[in-house]
């Protein structure tokens, strides 16, 4: 016998996930505006290994190809990881951090819906702390006025790691803007001193501000069509806002403005599509806010004191591992049981 | 402007009412023969009081109430009584139970009857009635309305009448507020008479406007004071008793609380119009509305004796020949009827004919990913993927926590999630399984007791006997002294012997029952133990459908897969 309810709405994982790739459009339009197309190629890698892994991982454990492969969750992954790292990567880097977050950090532990860690963080942890060199190799922004790479020549470099006659890796590429500034306060220069370098623009990095702009409206179409909830981004951005603030206040020759944190590296992609991957965050309200509110303190701390330029990846990663607890302690009171002990 | 309250989530599905409104209710004519079950209401089955042969006529009791929560069951016309046997019936277990089967005469012939004025009669005997008269709730919870319309003076505020009809499809309230709505604002006069209720709120969805005007024009024509009409935003599942209490009162009245404890007391439309003729006119209840829509000619609403085979009922309508199954109910919390030869019952407030066009199956359920869009629509404030989660991993101590028991089942969270898991299978599978490990653990528990009573029953007959045997030696020692050559040595041993069991023995039957004493009182109230009779015939309905569900859930894969459900 069938039991009730006996209509569902139309909706699916796999439009979800659809809608949060298309959200990831205006980022990666203004990403190949300033850099080139060279993130297309990475994403492209990314997304193939990514279906091929979660193909063979699926007939490993059995399960069908069908459901699983159109459900739009690998090739999220593959995205989000292509979007965290370098596009200038060596194809293998992307091939590697894919594999590795589809097979080890999905798979392994139960595949959809089973992950307790971001897989596309796990990807870029474990890139990162292979091949930290490879890591810090950012193309430099159009209209710099250094030398640009044309398409083919990125190519040529992704693929067999040829670079043309005469040109060293540095001269094309950049450390991030948050990379950058570690260094050179580490230097003893100021803040100031170091704001007025060309690669930075209006907010943070010059290019890289925009991209961050790009995600965050990206962020912002996913909230009005309720795929996310405010819950996440709000406090992860208000968390970094406030730590980044009050550093800011007491010592604006060390500390960046909050702005500048905001505009940086990923914490625009991790407020809208990182921290809010629903299989690895909290389900309640409450558990949300203090989630992403960690996160946010986490990721400051990390850039401002610890060994990464940036702290996003990281920050998830250690939050993750709390939400079971958070979820267990902020269970909401049902109907009918308001200011009832629990 | 009455300020509504809201109550947190719902659903919006389509509403597809007003196929089934373009014609007013038709009288569906007397079928072939009728199927009356004896247990159309919450509590007790009613005891046939005909014999196989007999004629009976229209209202004729054919079943007597038994028991405190029972109700009457009557013959719907007048006919030959033509079997009491045991056949499938509509109600979800899918089960069959005790029917009479009537083959009507077709002159439709009444009894003897008369109503009261309800002005003049104890409000006893206006109770007693409505239990001879079989009205029960015909929202769909069938519970005797004679046991709801009990009250102490200023106990209840607000009686809430529901015409709210939240599910889809349904129209049968729509339809009798359009065209009945004097009658059933009489019965919610009388109603509020018995409950001593200082209001009463009728609350009608805002979808249904032709009945919100009738409704309203007949509290103005009849002059009814303490009465208001309101329209309450369409938002399923705001017809749930509880949902419509909190929108129209803002009191949430939680699980296991009863709402009368909190001064408001919830009947449906219908129920009052049934009322209003069995007090009245002494009708008894041997019909009722029937929306007959989905996959059929020309969707309608029909007022249908008890009794009538849905088969017949829906080839009125003109069902269509790829229908595969009937469904009672709306699409939401319905029930899919084991058979089109099932009576139509007192909880029959609708039939769907289902094809697959119509109710395509569900496509296979992908692992839930946490998007809480089910807590998002939980109209009881749940945490619908964790009770899932804990249903799955059978952690029935951990459902209970997260309040598996507040779950109404209205499916709200089945029909948004994006994985379309039957996550409501899954808590009825999980509610069914606890009833019966507590059931389990009470009879162990009365067995653990039975033993020690034993224990002790043959510790205290050993004692006694203990005692006669000393008794008889006083008396032969007395009979001895007295007697003048006592040659017989006396047995000291049986005396001494006597005189310690009568110590040790007592102590340690004290022992026992201090100890029977301590397990009961740190034994963990149960829910079994708390439940109203309503839950415990719910219970005994669940149970029906657990072995069936248990067997789903074992085909069911380790990890990913929910229960399959063989859509045969």
Excluded at chain 1, 35 to 49: C, D, E, K
Excluded at chain 2, 234 to 261: D, F, H, N, W
Excluded at chain 2, 437 to 447: F, S, T, V, W
Aim: with cysteine; charged share 20%.
């Amino acid at each position: 016998m069938w039991s009730s309810p006996f209509i569902t709405q139309p909706s699916s994982v796999s439009q979800i996930m659809l809608r949060v790739l298309i959200a990831l459009i205006p980022g990666i339009a203004l990403y190949v505006w300033y850099f080139g197309p060279a993130i297309l190629v990475s994403i492209a890698l990314a997304s193939v290994t990514a279906l091929a892994t979660e193909a063979v991982m699926l007939k490993l454990r059995q399960r069908p190809l069908g459901p699983f492969l159109s459900d739009n969750s690998a090739l999220l992954t593959a995205w989000l990881l292509a979007l965290s790292i370098p596009a200038l990567a060596p194809w293998w880097m992307v091939v590697v951090g894919t594999a590795f977050a589809i097979a080890i950090s999905k798979h392994l532990y139960g595949g959809l819906g089973n992950n307790p860690f971001n897989p596309a963080m796990i990807g870029y942890a474990v890139l990162i702390i292979s091949f930290p060199v490879h890591m810090t190799h950012w193309i430099t922004p159009h209209g710099m006025g250094g030398i640009e790479l044309s398409f083919g020549e990125q190519l040529d470099y992704i693929f067999n790691g040829v670079l043309p006659d005469g040109l060293k890796l540095d001269a094309v590429t950049m450390a991030t803007p948050l990379d950058t500034l570690k260094t050179q306060l580490h230097l003893g220069l100021s803040v100031n001193d170091i704001r007025d370098m060309p690669i930075y623009g209006h907010l943070a990095g010059k290019g890289s501000e925009m991209v961050a702009l790009g995600f965050a409206i990206g962020g912002l179409y996913l909230l009005s069509i309720r795929i996310i909830s405010w819950h996440l981004p709000v406090a992860f951005l208000a968390s970094l806002f406030a730590t980044a603030g009050i550093f800011h206040l007491v010592d604006s020759v060390h500390y960046v403005t909050p702005l500048f944190h905001w505009f940086s590296g990923a914490a625009m992609l991790g407020a809208f599509f990182i921290l809010t991957d629903p299989v690895t965050s909290p389900t309640t309200a409450k558990g949300k806010l203090i989630f992403a509110a960690g996160a946010g303190l986490l990721t400051y701390l990390i850039r401002a004191f610890g060994g990464f330029p940036d702290g996003m990846a990281f920050a998830t990663l250690l939050m993750n591992i709390c939400v079971p607890l958070i979820d267990a302690w902020t269970q909401p009171r049902v109907f009918g049981k308001k200011g009832e002990g629990k | 402007m009455r300020p509504l309250f809201k109550f947190h989530g719902g659903v919006h599905p389509a509403t597809h009412k007003a196929e089934s409104t373009r014609t007013p209710i038709a009288l569906a004519p007397i079928p072939t023969k009728l199927v009356i079950p004896l247990h159309q209401h919450v509590g007790n089955r009613a005891v046939p009081v005909v014999q196989v042969g007999e004629r009976v006529l229209k209202g004729q009791i054919i079943g007597r109430p038994e028991g405190r929560l029972s109700s009457a069951v009557h013959a719907s016309t007048s006919g030959t009584v033509s079997a009491i046997d045991m056949q499938l019936v509509a109600h979800h277990s899918g089960l069959p139970d005790l029917c009479v089967t009537l083959i009507p005469d077709g002159k439709d012939e009444w009894i003897a009857h008369s109503g009261v004025d309800y002005r003049q009669t104890e409000h006893t005997d206006l109770r007693h009635l409505l239990r001879q008269a079989g009205v029960v709730g015909l929202g769909g919870a069938v519970f005797p309305s004679d046991m709801k319309s009990y009250s102490h003076k200023h106990k209840i505020k607000t009686l809430v009448l529901n015409g709210a009809e939240c599910e889809p499809y349904i129209t049968c309230d729509d339809m009798l507020m359009r065209e009945r709505a004097g009658d059933i604002l009489r019965g919610a006069e009388v109603l509020r008479e018995l409950l001593y209720a200082e209001e009463v709120l009728i609350g009608i969805e805002d979808n249904k406007p032709e009945a919100i005007a009738a409704m309203q024009k007949a509290v103005l024509d009849d002059k009814h004071a303490h009465m208001e009409v309101i329209a309450v935003p369409t938002l399923y599942p705001g017809g749930g008793a509880k949902q419509l209490i909190r929108v129209l009162t803002g009191i949430e009245v939680a699980a296991g609380v009863r709402s009368t404890e909190m001064g408001v007391q919830c009947f449906n439309v219908a129920t009052a119009y049934c009322v209003w003729r069995a007090i009245t006119f002494g009708e008894p209840l041997l019909s009722r509305i029937v929306t007959v829509t989905g996959n059929v000619e020309h969707a309608q609403n029909y007022e249908v004796l008890l009794g009538t085979p849905v088969d017949e009922l829906v080839a009125l309508a003109g069902s269509r020949a790829d229908t595969n199954k009937h469904i009672m109910g709306g699409p939401m919390m319905g029930v899919d009827l084991p058979s089109g030869s099932v009576g139509v019952t007192k909880a029959t407030n609708c039939i769907i004919e289902a094809s697959p066009k119509l109710f395509p199956p569900p496509p296979p359920a992908l692992p839930c990913i946490r998007c809480t869009r089910c807590a998002d629509v939980c109209p009881a404030e749940l945490q619908p993927q964790e009770l899932f989660w804990f249903s799955k991993a059978k952690d029935f101590g951990k459902a209970q926590e997260y309040h598996l028991f507040d779950c109404i089942e209205c499916g709200a969270c089945a029909y948004v999630c994006p994985s379309q898991i039957p996550l409501v299978q899954y808590y009825r599978f999980a509610k069914s399984e606890i009833w019966q490990r507590e059931r389990d653990a009470q009879a162990a528990d009365l067995a653990r007791e039975r033993h020690e009573y034993r224990l002790m029953r043959i510790e205290r007959e050993k004692q006694e006997k203990a005692e006669r045997l000393a008794q008889k030696e006083k008396a032969a020692l007395a009979a001895k002294a007295a007697s003048p050559a006592p040659a017989v040595n006396p047995e000291p041993a049986h005396t001494s012997s006597a005189a310690d069991p009568d110590d040790t023995l007592q102590m340690r039957i004290d022992a026992a029952v201090a100890r029977a004493k301590a397990q009961a009182a740190t034994a963990q109230p149960k829910n079994v133990n708390a439940l109203t009779p309503q839950q415990q015939a719910e219970i005994a309905e669940i149970e029906a459908r657990r072995a069936k569900i248990r067997e789903m859930a074992s085909h069911a894969g380790a990890d990913d897969e929910p229960p399959k459900s063989n859509q045969g």
